[in-house]
Every structure is written in C-alpha cells, then in structure tokens.
C-alpha cells in the first residue's frame, strides 16, 4: 500500500481510477484539478468540500493543504463509506467526514479559507449564506454547477452580496482505445464558479 | 399513422425519439442536421447512405430528395431490420437498402451526387477510393468521425487526391430536466468532413 | 450572378462565406442550419427574423420558405444594409426587411408559424410576450442565445407561460488550413432555444 | 512586488492577467493547470518547458518544482524577452532560459523528469525522439496540441516506441461581463497529451 508521502508527490491531478468511487458519481479528474487551482488551496488551509461524494476533491485536497485541515460534509451514507475508505486509501491525516446535509454542521466550524460546493441538495442559498458567513476575508468559495439552476441562483446572491466571480465552462472529451481504433468520448460539460469578496479584489 | 407528406414538412430535424432505434447507435438530431446541410441535397439527388445504422440519416436524405434516390448500405442485420422499421414509419418509397458491407456493391450503383458515410467498418480507405469514382463532378461526400483514424485516414487521402475538404467539429450538450432541475448532458464530439473535388471550388 | 433556383437548391447551410457581413456579427454556418431546423419551416411559412444582423438566417429561411414570407426585424442601420445587399444577392423576393426595433412593429404583422430570435436589444420580455400572441398555434420560436441572461430569462417565460421547450448548446470548432498545418479554432458556444405551446406536444 | 513566496502560494493556476505577454500566445489558465497536473511536478524535479513562449507554463512549474530546476527553451525573441520579464515580476530563481530552437540544446540538458511541449517549430519527431533520450525512467512528456499534426505524429511516434499515453481534449468556454449581460467566450480547444514509458505503467 502507497503512503501518504507517495500521494503528497501525486497532487493534483490524480487519476480518477485510483479512487473508489461505487455508484457515486464523481467530478472527473480534469474538472477536478480546475476546481482545485481556483481555490488557490495553501499549505494550512483551512477548507469545506460540500456535497463531497466520494470525497476524490476532499483527498486531493487535504495533500494540498498538508498542514491545514478539511471537513468533508456529506449526507449519503453510501459517499459516506466511499469517502472512508478512500481516506484510508490516501492515508489522509487532516481529513475529517462529517455526516450532515449541508448548511447544518457548517456553523461549528472553525472559518474556512477555501470553500468547495459540489452538490447542495436544494439548499443553495442557504448553503451560500451561511459559507460567506464563515469564509475568511481574503477566502474563495468554488463551486461545480452541473446544472443551470446552481449557475442561476449563485449569479443572483453574487449581485446581492456585491462577490466578486468569475464563471468557466469545461467540456472534456477523451480519446479512449477501442481495440485499433480511438474514439472521442464527450464527458459532461461543468461550469466552475469562483467567488471571492470584493475587498479580495486587487 | 403519419403520411409522407406530413414527414416531407419535417425535414431536416426530425427528433431522435421519432427514429425506431433499438441498440443501433444513431447520429443525433443536431449533427444529424449539419451533415445533410453539408450535403447540399436537392429533390432529384441520387444519395448513398453508407454504415446507414439506424437510418435515420437515410430517411431525412429521402424525404429531403424526395423526387431522387437513397440507397442505404449496411452489414448488421439488427440495423438492417431496423432501416426497414423506419422507411415504413416515415412513408419514404425513395429508399434501397443494400444489405452489403460497403465497398462491396458500391460499384452496381449509379453514380451519386451526395455521399454520407456514417460507419466503414474498417475498411474507409477503399470505401473512398470507390465513392470518389462514382461521385458525380459536383457531387459532395460527407464523412461522420467519431474516431481518430476515420479523420486521419480522410486528410491522408484527401491530400493524395488533391480534394477540397473542410472539417468542423460539433459538440452538443442538452439541457435535459430531472424533476425541477435542468442538467448539461454532453453529447460525443462528432467530426463532420466534407469533400469535394478541386474543380468544384469556385 | 446566380439567380434564386441556384440558392433553392443551396439550403440550408449556405457558407458563411458567401454572405455579405461586414462588422455586423453573424450566426455562424452550423449554428444557422440547427436554428432552421428546430424552426421546422415548411414552404408556405410566415416567418419572423428578430434581430435580423446580416440576415444571413432570413435569407436562408426565405429560400426555404418559398411560397411563404420573411419580416426581418433590425434596427441597426448598418445591418440593414447589409440585409438589403444580401436580399439581393440571392434574389430572394419573399423578404421583407421591417427598419424596427422589436417589438416595435411586430403587432402589424400577420400571425407566424415560426419566429426566430438572434437579437432581443434588452427587450426579451415585451418580444417574447408579443410573439407569444401573434404564433399560430402549431408555431415554433426558436431563440440563439448567447448570453446568461437569454437563457434565464425565456426559461422564466416558459414556466410561466406553461410552454413546451427544449435548449441545447452547440459548440463547433473548424480545422482550420494554415501553410502546411492544420489548427482547431473554437467558435463561441450558443444555446438554440425551442419553444411550443402545450397543445403541441404530441 | 510580490515576492517568491506570495506566487508560491498561488500556484498552480495564477490568472492569465498577471503575466506578461505582449503579443505572444499564451496557454490559458485552465489550460495550464491541467497540463501541469498531467505533469506530476515534484518539489525537485527537473523541467523541460519546451517552446516555452510567455513563460507562463515555465513559471508555473517553477514555482512547484520549488527545489527542483526548469529549462524554457525558445526561439523567439520577443518571447524570450516576455520570459525574462515573468522571470523577474514571479521572483523564481531555478528557471534558466536556452535561447533556441528544439532539439537544439537539448543533449547538454541533465536527465528529465518531466518534459512540456508547448510548441516544436516543425520538428516535433526529432524533439520527441531527443526527449525520449533524456527522460528518467518514471518521467512523463506532456504536449498541448492546437493542431491535427501534432497529435498525428504524436500518436505515430507512441506506437513505434511503444509508450503509455493519454489523450483529452479541453474546451473552455468563459462568461464574460459586457455591461450588464454575460456573453459565453469560447477559447480554442486544446488536445492534451501525455507519454510514459512501458515500464511505468502501474
């Protein structure tokens, strides 16, 4: 089994079959390593990973910040067990799984530096709210919209709260080996939202 | 049961779900569109479908050529049988299927104004060799890569047979509805090769 | 100069090319035949083009429209112009080139089977409100949307209004020829937006 | 100025606007990240950035490889120059620049362990092969393709030599602010490949 000063030499960018993934779906490790350089993850970083389903962002990121800590909230007892595992797999210290829906659970945390929004569950907005309410002043909140309605409703509390955001779309095709020949495989586009606070602005 | 007269008022663009289907891969509806467009067809063009899968691509070629000829080629009898589903739904009297793995019975055929080929099994550089000699002068082929070597086995001839050609490549995501939110589904790129010989240039 | 049979047989999917354009932006070849497609225009149809640009999209329609008739709607002077030239060029005579800003004028029109929406000029509310009114029942509108604010502000209208939709992104990359190599030029991703009333769903 | 330890903590995926680059391509930020991830960089890993233009890329992967030593090579002096400059504005001292034209330069190099091809001149074969030769054993060459022939003769070279390899291609597309409405631009998409040995396989 690798350790954990294997992995440290990995990041980002390890692959997505090295993780466990079960039935859960899983940003992809393009998507993946986007997502982490818009965090801009430090090596004491304190950080949320929301909606963090297999937790392949959670492990990336807790050998990134390798002095720092993340807390991995999920609600899925299935992603749950993945993210446990894969814990275990990564030999990941500083990773901390906490099983709760989001924005319950977030207020006892210590405030965060970097803020990663996977999936929200319908609670968005209060999600949204409560991370501003914990992100640290020169803090950035990213999150993967795979839908329109997340675009939507972050572009509105953006203009509300005055944030400072830019959004990207990635759309990754892969050339994958069939016997002689190759074929472009079209993987779900997502578009990367990331927010910082105006103050933040240089 | 529609008639063909209410098909020949929905062409090009007829929905994917309209296409008896089965589990034959088909073209979707938006490359679907381009490729005919590239075509160029008009009412009394003379059209090879060939690698036709599904037919789908045969049955808007017919109905848009609708006082010409399609012969639609392909080899797996699923498809086969599902070509003969289509072209009795749609009402088109305009269409041949050939049950033959092209380039056989390439040469029996009269010579074509359009070319579509969709699928060569492995086989495309003679496939092209013989579409290129019975292409009529201001005849057009039109070629659906969803692999490497399907592009660059094309720009290899291509380039030995002086044609004028243009590739594009189009990548479709669809908006689609799950409950009461809208998620990006990413379609595979599909490139859309379009040749023609020098003389047809102006 | 090619007389009005030659461009009949030409549609859709007239290079870009071959239009007149000027500065004005224009839909690009691609994307202009999925918009026509989605419109499902049949020979007779009444058609609105709003924001009509280089009316590279009108005079499409108008040649596929045959028996039927284009209004474009423009109010920049320059592209009107450019209508204008491009009307005569492919002697389309079924075009009509109202000088509006809609939905300014769109009242006095006869009702539409189809209604294409390239430009809305900050009125997207009051024209689709308008065209609402004045498309037959079977009618389709059809939007390309390149901004955030399009997308969101006709699936606003389409809940409210109870309509049919559909929306997909198409985004196309041309190889292009440059000395002896070729490179992959990405075009600006547009959302093509379908509307239909309730009834017309099948 | 910014220090070497503020831009240590920035990376990877500093923002296209903070570097220098007159009217030289440039790599774009997604782009980037992505081609640094399939890198593997190490804290003392030795670089080659390979056509390296702006610098960006070179860097980057400076500041990751913070104990280890990077090599631009480029040919162009108005590039070589905006290197100079990036050098100085991110403060990294373990980033030399060879003044010249690949494969040139390359056998004085000490052995790499990870090896960017940005850009070949039209002598993609030699610097691949002279790269082949130079790589440590467990290294990996990454190239970004804008065009046809570099991923043709990329892949030609793979299956010679039997390597490992991977291609994706990435669109990006951003939304950009204009007044109060947000336009989606699209970038170029960018094949990216990476090459490893055999034995590297795991």
């Known amino acids: 089994m690798k350790n954990r000063d294997y992995w440290l030499r990995q990041v980002p960018g390890i692959p997505d079959t090295e993780f466990l993934r079960g039935k859960v779906p899983m940003t992809k490790e393009e998507v993946r390593v986007v997502t982490l350089a818009k965090g801009k993850i430090f090596p004491e970083a304190i950080i949320y990973d929301i909606g963090a389903g297999t937790g392949s962002l959670s492990i990336e990121a807790s050998l990134l910040a390798k002095d720092g800590q993340v807390w991995a909230l999920e609600r899925n007892p299935e992603a749950i067990e993945l993210i446990k595992k894969n814990k275990e797999k990564f030999q ?10 989001a924005p319950e659970g977030l207020r006892e945390l210590p405030s965060a530096d970097v803020i990663f929004i996977g999936g929200s569950g319908g609670h968005l907005r209060d999600i949204l709210m409560d991370c501003l309410e ?5 803090g950035r909140i990213v999150l993967n919209a795979i839908t329109y309605e997340t675009l939507e409703q972050t572009l509105n ?8 955001y830019e959004v990207v779309s990635v759309g990754v095709s892969r050339l994958e080996r069939v016997k002689d020949i190759h074929m472009w495989k079209g993987l779900n586009p997502v578009q990367i939202i990331t927010l910082t606070r105006k103050s933040n602005k240089e």
């Open 92 to 101: 990941v210290n500083n990773l901390e799984i906490l099983a709760k829906e």
């Open 157 to 164: 509390i953006t203009q509300e709260k005055k944030l400072v």
């Open 134 to 138: 914990k992100l640290n002043p020169q």
